[in-house]
């Protein structure tokens, strides 16, 4: 039914996404999908590396430990941009035709009174994207 998986990693909360790569996981291996761990990134990145070379690695080890953990195959894809609040949700739809994925499986908080006022990143994905989107409440 799949068979690549994008899962949007963020590299400086990794407790949050932690759910919805062990979804994927188990959906990769029902599948025989792949997956692959998007992070969206830049402006002032400080908080987990210094470069946007130091950012990529650390998110390639990531992926291979996953991989190993979840006996799946999984790679990654590092996105830098300017101002990561404002292009997430654009660069992750993006994303999904970079990566020819046919599902994502997003970590998402649970929505509350802001949500009447604005989407959450994964409803944005949901409504934009061409594919099926999976969002999991941490």
């Keep these: 039914m799949f068979t690549h998986i994008m899962v949007p990693y ?24 792949r997956m692959t761990l998007v992070s969206v990134a830049g402006g002032i990145n400080g908080m987990v590396s210094h470069s ?7 998110l390639s080890a990531y992926a291979a430990q996953v991989g190993v953990a979840e006996r799946v195959e999984v790679d990654s894809r590092f996105y830098d941009v300017p101002d990561p609040s404002v292009e997430v949700d654009r660069v992750l ?3 999904i035709g970079d990566t020819g994925a046919d599902l994502v499986v997003m970590a998402s908080h649970h929505p509350g009174w802001v949500e009447y ?3 959450s990143h994964g409803g944005r994905v949901a409504s934009h994207a ?9």
């Design 10 to 33: 963020n590299m400086a909360d990794r407790e949050k996404c932690a759910k919805s790569i062990k979804v994927a996981g188990d959906l990769a291996r029902r599948h025989d999908a």
């Design 52 to 58: 946007v070379d130091e950012m990529e690695r650390l």
């Design 93 to 95: 739809i993006k994303a």
């Design 117 to 119: 006022l604005v989407n």
């Design 130 to 138: 061409q594919v099926s989107v999976f969002v999991v409440r941490d």
